[in-house]
């Protein structure tokens, strides 16, 4: 299993990115899945998540900004992150959950900065 994590970069504040997760290896059963970022001196936190149900959590600093969304390749899985602010500075994973396995991408560096 693999996920391959892409989008990042660097951005002004105000401005967007969309992450975006592709897991090969997976034949279906999917549970979970989630981005998470890491900014620098600090531990892994979770962004937002989405249940295979299509049910949605966020971290309240993202609420209204950032949306988690499965497109329609089951195995995608897209961060919309708008209005973005100094503080979203971080590395950002993304994590599948399938039965009781957890499987991370690499990460992916987003820098928002002046």
């Known amino acids: 299993v693999q996920l391959q994590a892409s989008g990042g970069g660097s951005v002004q504040p105000g401005g967007s990115l969309r992450l975006s997760c592709a897991a090969s290896?997976?034949?279906?059963?999917?549970?979970?899945r989630g981005w998470y970022r890491q900014p620098p001196g600090k531990q892994r936190e979770l962004v937002a998540g989405?249940?295979?149900?299509?049910?949605?959590n966020y971290a309240d600093s993202v609420k209204g900004r950032f949306t988690i969304s499965r497109p329609n390749a089951r195995n995608t899985v897209i961060l919309q992150m708008n209005s973005l602010k100094p503080e979203d500075t971080a590395v950002y994973y993304c994590?599948?959950?399938?039965?009781?396995?957890?499987?991370w991408g690499q990460g992916t560096q987003v820098t928002v900065s002046s």
């Open positions: 989405i249940t295979a149900g299509g049910h949605t």
């Open positions: 290896g997976i034949t279906g059963g999917i549970s979970y």
């Open positions: 994590r599948v959950s399938r039965g009781t396995a957890d499987y």
